[in-house]
């Protein structure tokens, strides 16, 4: 797919029956996902892109907005890749680096429970023990064959604290998704890109071989054989163009038309950190931001669960609410966001009221989003699913300790 030439400009009466005839129909075309990406800024176009994408997301969605109160655990900081934009991966000789002890997690563990918590987000490097000596023996010294070791058991003392795990440990086989399943609610991999153009030299992917999109695609097609409720999601700003954002969202849509496990997908801007090669990369416009969630919602339709992370565009959050998100993803108030850790989160009281103020309610989910949870009981391993169901209302929503009020937990 080419992007728009210049001289193709489409005003906001142009763009309305294109817009509407995705609401229609459930679905956008490529090509016109990408006239419409290059015209946002002409006079009302990224008003009325905003619009249809929020009309799309009433239509399954209604006036709800979800997102999971929950704890980051970030159990390795090593990586055996070098994404240019990173600042989460450290180094083994840098004081930052750090494993968690199963201790550690633990005690992450019961904070979250304490605070009405229920998702458990494993987040960590790729393979590390790869690419470094000392992680395998630090490993090898604690009885572990590799780190997905290290995240099962993690998993399991997740779960045994009251809490639901949801694992994103980067690329893993089709065998150790397996024996990650049945202690996982959920599990996920962000595809970020298919632009194979990134992971030439000087690009942001150059040293990252876990960011081939062909293995990337592997994993997410071995997820959907496997029956696994998958997140996945879109990365902005880390050199792509919009024919390359849209070849992405293309193919995540296909993905989900043969497997049907992608429970949800990320719209998540990218934040130049400082001292990573791209820190002097402009960030992202928070308008830009808005348009690609509008577009992924057109693109994926309605019944795709649509999230954009509250901390990374907090200055357009009423509008972020209506240009057709329906989740804002993992909020924690127990543990920063590892990834950006610039970006504090919102209070949970304020998320709610700025949702309020946009029309809409907000709910507390898991890991797991209702409609699925009640009504895919095959995408779950029945002990899991016990302890998903235990947690949740019966609408399927997050079952927060009775001695909590709204206040408390927020
Ligand atoms: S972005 Fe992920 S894969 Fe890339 S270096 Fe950082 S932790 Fe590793």
Redesign the pocket.
Known sequence: MKPPQPETPLSRPAAEPLIQAAVDTGRMDGEVALRLAANIHRPGLLDALADGAFASKQKMKGDRITVSRNIFLPLT?L?????T?????KQPDSPEAHTYSLEEVSEVVRGGVATGCTEALMC???KPEVAYRSHREWLAERGYGSTVDLVREACRIALEGGMLPHTNA?ILSAEEMETLRPLNASMGLMM?TTSNRLRGKGMA?FH?P??DPAVRIRMHEEAGALRIPFTSGLLLGIGENDAERVATLMTLRDLQARHGNIQEIIVQPFHPKPNTPMRAVAPIRDDEVVAWVALARLILGPEMNVQAPPNLAPRMLERLARSGLNDWGGVSPVTVDF?NPEAPWPAMESLRTLTKASGQTLKDRGPVYPDWLLGRPEFFDPEIRKHLLRLATDEGYARRPTHQSDEEAA
């Open positions: 900081n990586c055996r890749n070098r994404c934009y990173c600042s989460f991966a960590l490097g790729d980067g970020e992917h990252a876990d960011k990834i």
